[in-house]
C-alpha cells in the first residue's frame, strides 16, 4: 500500500478513464455499424469510395459564445506572469579594450560582489577597484573543483602587480540578457573601479554593473569621471540601482533554456547585426521580434510574440474541427483539449520558434481541407484562395523551422489524395472541363506550394544580406544553388563534398544557400548525449519531460517547469490513433497490415536503438537475466499491441476520409523522428499533440453520432484534462511550490519534478 502515492492514484485514475473512454468508442461503433446476428461486413468490402467531398461544415451563431470564452481563459492564463515588462534598456560598449575609470562620489563601499546584466556580445571583463586611487585589485576567478578545472567555484580580490590583465567577469552566449551574481570571497571598500573589456567580435554591450554590498545587497551609487571629464554614453546608469534591478535572477526578468539563442537573434535583426543563431531558417525569429518592437527588449517582449499566437491556435482551431464534425459540443471539447495541453502552454510561453511551426502547420492542413471538401467539379476559382492559403502557411512554417517539411510531406500526400478523387468522380455532364481543371489546378499549386514558399524561404534572408552589405540581386560567378546540390551530392553519393565556405554569400540567394548547407551539417553533428534528450517512443508515452527552468534556493520550496503532454490527451490520443488507423483504411486485410505492421516496425525501431543512451535497455549495463526480462517486455507489449489492433480492425468496418486526414498528419510529423539520428527531445513532439486533438475529436464525433451515452466519456475526458491542467499549472509556467506538491505531479520517476 505505501506505493499507492497520490501521484500513483493519479495515474492510475488517468489512465483508467483513458481505457473506459476507448471502450466507450469501439464498443458504440460496433453497436452502430454492425447488424444483429450479420457478419457478412467481416468478409465483404464495404461499399463506397474514400471521399473528402462535402465533409465541410459551416460556423454558426452558437458557436460564437464557446469559442469566445475557451480563447479568452485560456489568454488569462497563459499571459499570467508572462515576464517582466521592464529591464535595462541603456547599455556600455567596451568593445575598444580602452579601460573606463570611474569614482564613487559617495565614499567608499563595502564591496562583495557583483550583480551584472548583459546586452548583446560576448566576451569578458578586467574588474580592478581601489580604494586609494593608487593601490588597485583584479578580479579573479577560483577554480578549486579538481574533477573539472574549468569550473568556476568562487571570485576574489587580489594584487595584479606583474600579471597581465585578468578577464574574470564573463560575458558568454548563455548569459545574455539574464541576471548574474558574482560573490567574492574577500570583501574590500572600494572608491575607485576600472573596467577593461575584451570583446569576442564587435560589439560587448554592458548594461548594469550593480555592486553588492556586505550583506549582498545592490547598493545604489553616483559615479564621477575619474580625470574629471565626462562619463561615457550610459556609466551613470551602468552602476545604478533602481527599481529594473531584481532581488535575484529569475525566469521573470531573464533569459532561459533556448531563450538565450532565440531572444538574441531576434534583437539582432532589429539592431542590423548579423545572427548568432543561423541553425534554423530566420522567420521565426523575425516574428518573435514583433514583441520585442512592441514591448523592448524584455522577458515580456520576447515571448509576446509566441504566446500571442499559442492564443490564436484556438479560434483557429475551433473553425477547423466545426468544419470537419459540424457538432459544437466536439469543436468545444477538442479546443478546451488543446487549450488544456501542457506543452501547448509552456512552449508558446517560452521565446523559441516552435510554437510557429505548429502555428502554420495548423494553418496549412485547415486550408488544405477547406479545399479537400470542395465537391468534385466544383470550378478552379472557387479552390484557388483555400489552396493559396494553405501554400502561403507552408512556406512561412517552412521558413520558420525544417520541422514544417515533415509537416509538408504529409500536405502533399493528402492533397493528391483529393486531387485523384475529384478526377475519380467528376460530373459526366462537365468532362469537357475535367482536363482544364486539372491543369490550372497543378499549375496553380505549383506557384502556391513551390514558388511562393521559396519566395518566402530566399525573402526571409534579406536581414542577414543587409548586415553583409550584399546587394540582395547582385550577379555572382558561382550559383549557390547549384554548389548546394554539389554538396548534397558529395555527402551522400560519394562524390567531392564541398564545405559551405564554397558558397559565396555574395548575393540573396546564395547566402540562403550557404545557410542551407551549415544548418543540415549542424543538425547532423548534434549526436552529444543530454540528461533530458529522448526517442520518439518515449515522447508516445509521455516518459521523459526536458526541464526548462528549476529554482530551488527558497528551502521548503521549489519553481520549476518542463515540456510534457497532458497525460489525459496523450495516453488516450494514441489509442486514438490507432482507431483512426482502422478507419483510415477500406478493406480489413489492409487495417490489419496497416496496424500489425505498425506495430511490428514499431517494437524493431526499439530494439535498434536498445544500446543507445537513454534507450529501452543498454545491454552493456544490465545482467543477463536483465536482459532477458526486457526482452520478453517487448516482445508482449508487440503481441498485446497486435491483439489490440485486430481488435480495432474489427470494431471499424467503415472507412473515413477525415480518418485518412488525420491519420496521414500524425505519421507525417512523428515517423521522419525514427528514421534521425541527432539528439531529440520531448518537444519535438509538440506538431503531434496537435493532431492527438484532432484524432480524439474524431473520436467524440463518433460516440456524439452513436446518439446516445456519449456526455460521460466526452466531457469526462475533456474535463479530465482541464483538471490536470489546473494541477499542472504551477508546474507549467514556473510558480514556486512546497516541495511537498511534488507527491502530487510526479507520475512517473523520469518526470523531473
Known amino acids: ?199 569576442d567580435k564587435e560589439d560587448l554591450r554592458l548594461a548594469r554593473l550593480c555592486l553588492l554590498d556586505g550583506d549582498g545587497q545592490p547598493v545604489d551609487v553616483t559615479v564621477l569621471a575619474l580625470d574629471g571629464g565626462s562619463l561615457p554614453a550610459g556609466m551613470e546608469e551602468l ?193 469537357t472541363g475535367k482536363a482544364g481543371w486539372a491543369a490550372a489546378t497543378l499549375a496553380f499549386s505549383v506557384l502556391c506550394f513551390i514558388l511562393i514558399p521559396f519566395a518566402i524561404y530566399t525573402a526571409a534572408y534579406i536581414p542577414y544580406a543587409q548586415t553583409l552589405g550584399v546587394e540582395l540581386f547582385a550577379p555572382s560567378e558561382e550559383n549557390g544553388l547549384v554548389l548546394l546540390l554539389q554538396n548534397v551530392w558529395g555527402k551522400f553519393a560519394g562524390g567531392e563534398e564541398f564545405s559551405a565556405h564554397n558558397i559565396p554569400r555574395d548575393n540573396l540567394l546564395n547566402i540562403m544557400a550557404n545557410n542551407q548547407w551549415y544548418m543540415f551539417t549542424y543538425h547532423n553533428g548534434v549526436t552529444s548525449s543530454h540528461p533530458y534528450s529522448s526517442w520518439w517512443f518515449q515522447w508516445i508515452a509521455d516518459a521523459r519531460p526536458i526541464l526548462y527552468y528549476m529554482d530551488n534556493t527558497v528551502p521548503g520550496f521549489t519553481t520549476r517547469f518542463a515540456a510534457f503532454a497532458n497525460p489525459a490527451v496523450c495516453w488516450t490520443g494514441l489509442g486514438a490513433i490507432l482507431i483512426c488507423a482502422a478507419h483510415a483504411f477500406r478493406r480489413l486485410w489492409a487495417k490489419a497490415a496497416f496496424l500489425g505492421g505498425l506495430g511490428i516496425f514499431s517494437a524493431y525501431m526499439i530494439y535498434k536503438v536498445q544500446h543507445t543512451p537513454n534507450g529501452v535497455f543498454d545491454a552493456d549495463t544490465l545482467t543477463d537475466s536483465q536482459l532477458k526480462l526486457h526482452l520478453a517486455l517487448l516482445v508482449v507489449c508487440l503481441l498485446l499491441y497486435l491483439v489490440v489492433s485486430a481488435l480495432l480492425a474489427l470494431c471499424a468496418p467503415g472507412h473515413d476520409s477525415r480518418a485518412a486526414f488525420l491519420l496521414v498528419g500524425f505519421l507525417a510529423q512523428l515517423v521522419p523522428w525514427m528514421f534521425i539520428g541527432r539528439t531529440t527531445f520531448e518537444y519535438h513532439y509538440f506538431p503531434s ?42 508546474v507549467l509556467i514556473g510558480l514556486q511550490i512546497p516541495v511537498w506538491y511534488e507527491s502530487l505531479v510526479k507520475w512517473i520517476p523520469s518526470w523531473p519534478f
Open 689 to 730: 499533440i496537435l493532431f492527438l486533438v484532432l484524432t480524439l475529436s474524431y473520436l467524440f464525433n463518433g460516440l456524439v453520432e452513436a446518439g446516445k451515452n456519449w456526455k460521460l466519456p466526452v466531457y469526462g475526458l475533456t474535463g479530465t484534462a482541464v483538471g490536470l491542467y489546473a494541477l499542472f499549472y504551477p
Open 1 to 199: 500500500m505505501r506505493y499507492l502515492t497520490p501521484s500513483v492514484l493519479f495515474a492510475l485514475a488517468v489512465l483508467g478513464f483513458a481505457i473506459y473512454f476507448l471502450y466507450r468508442y469501439t464498443t458504440a461503433a460496433q453497436e452502430n455499424w454492425i447488424r444483429p446476428k450479420d457478419l457478412d461486413w467481416v468478409r465483404d468490402d464495404r461499399p463506397g469510395r474514400l471521399s473528402f467531398a462535402g465533409k465541410c461544415h459551416p460556423m454558426e451563431k452558437k458557436d460564437r459564445l464557446p469559442i469566445l470564452l475557451i480563447t479568452l481563459i485560456y489568454a488569462l492564463t497563459a499571459f499570467f506572469q508572462l515576464g517582466d515588462l521592464t529591464a535595462p534598456k541603456t547599455w556600455v560598449d567596451f568593445a575598444q579594450r580602452v579601460p573606463v575609470a570611474v569614482e564613487l562620489a559617495d565614499g567608499p563601499v563595502r564591496v562583495s560582489g557583483f550583480r551584472y546584466y548583459s546586452d548583446l556580445g560576448t566576451g569578458s571583463y578586467n574588474i580592478e577597484i581601489s580604494e586609494d586611487g593608487e593601490h588597485w585589485s583584479t578580479l579573479w576567478q577560483r577554480h578549486g573543483d579538481e574533477s573539472n578545472k574549468s569550473k568556476v567555484t568562487s571570485y576574489y580580490f587580489a594584487d595584479a602587480e606583474g600579471y597581465s590583465p585578468n578577464y574574470a567577469l564573463t560575458q558568454n552566449y548563455n548569459q545574455l540578457f539574464k541576471w548574474i551574481d558574482v560573490t567574492v570571497e574577500n570583501p574590500q571598500n572600494v572608491q575607485y573601479i576600472r573596467i577593461t573589456g575584451k570583446p
Open 239 to 431: 552602476f545604478r540601482v533602481d527599481e529594473l534591478v531584481p532581488d535575484k535572477s529569475t525566469w521573470h526578468n531573464s533569459t532561459y533554456f533556448d531563450e538565450i539563442y532565440h531572444a538574441r537573434t531576434a534583437k539582432e535583426h532589429i539592431d542590423g547585426i548579423y545572427p548568432y543563431e543561423v541553425t534554423h531558417p530566420p522567420m521565426g525569429k523575425l516574428i518573435l521580434g514583433i514583441g520585442i518592437r512592441l514591448f523592448g527588449m524584455t522577458p515580456f517582449g520576447w515571448r509576446f510574440s509566441g504566446t500571442l499566437l499559442g492564443v490564436l491556435m484556438l479560434p483557429i482551431l475551433y473553425i477547423f474541427l466545426k468544419n470537419m464534425f459540424g457538432k459544437t459540443a466536439v469543436a468545444a471539447c477538442g479546443t478546451t483539449l488543446f487549450a488544456a495541453e501542457f506543452m501547448h502552454l509552456t512552449h508558446t510561453r517560452i521565446a523559441t520558434i516552435d510554437t510557429y511551426a505548429v502555428f502554420f502547420i495548423l494553418g496549412m492542413y485547415f486550408f488544405m481541407y477547406r479545399y479537400l471538401t470542395l465537391p468534385a467539379g466544383t470550378p478552379f476559382r472557387k479552390g484557388a484562395l483555400p489552396l493559396f492559403l494553405s501554400g502561403l502557411m507552408w512556406g512561412l512554417g517552412a521558413a520558420s523551422k525544417w520541422t514544417v517539411f515533415y509537416a509538408g510531406i504529409g500536405l502533399a500526400v493528402v492533397y493528391f489524395m483529393g486531387f485523384y478523387q475529384k478526377l475519380r468522380d467528376w460530373p459526366i455532364e462537365s468532362e
